[in-house]
């Protein structure tokens, strides 16, 4: 079987952001498996236009979507929400993302993000995605991630040792079942 693509986002684009270290963290654990193909797509760096209107970096998005077998969104929390990039991100493009699970990686303060992520789950549920049940809840994120080397935390490690086994099986699975009867939704 051919390997797993699966995009990792970089959700806030903020000066001073800690995400993508974040990200790159998630990143060095999942590519560890070696039936995944991971790559990154950062937010920052592509700037998706906020009035939905087509542009290279739009078509770009929808492309590295499309192509996904799964997606991974790294999401801080401000204001107990979500970065409204990675909004502008989900509504960026729709038929892309069905049909295609998603995990959560979310950081912050001593929530860890999960509230961000508990209305990421609404968000995705109505784009037709399969939201995996085990997420990565780093608390403290400036503490585990405010110099090198990264001190994380058994707890966000065990989690995204679980949510990488759900991804890829719920990965695998609606690859396959895409291939032989494409969505209905």
Do not use: C
Request: charged content about 25%.
């Amino acid at each position: 079987m051919a390997p797993l693509k699966v995009e990792v986002i970089v959700g806030s684009v903020r000066e001073g952001r800690i995400g993508r270290a974040v990200a790159d963290w998630f990143v060095e654990r999942a590519t560890a498996n070696p039936s995944w193909n991971v790559s990154v797509i950062d937010l920052r760096e592509l700037s998706l236009p906020q009035d939905f209107s087509d542009s290279p970096a739009t078509e770009v998005f929808r492309q590295r979507i499309g192509r996904a077998d799964a997606v991974v969104a790294v999401t801080s929390e401000y204001n107990h929400g979500y970065p409204a990039a990675l909004k502008t991100a989900f509504d960026s493009v729709k038929h892309e993302w069905r049909a295609k699970p998603i995990g959560f990686v979310s950081y912050g303060g001593i929530s860890g993000g999960v509230r961000a992520v508990e209305q990421l789950r609404q968000v995705v549920a109505e784009l037709h995605m399969v939201s995996v049940r085990q997420s990565v809840t780093i608390h403290r994120v400036r503490k585990q991630f405010g110099h090198e080397p990264y001190g994380v935390d058994s707890i966000a490690i065990d989690a995204s040792e679980k949510m990488i086994r759900e991804l890829h099986w719920w990965g695998s699975g609606l690859r396959m079942q895409r291939a032989s009867d494409p969505y209905p939704g």
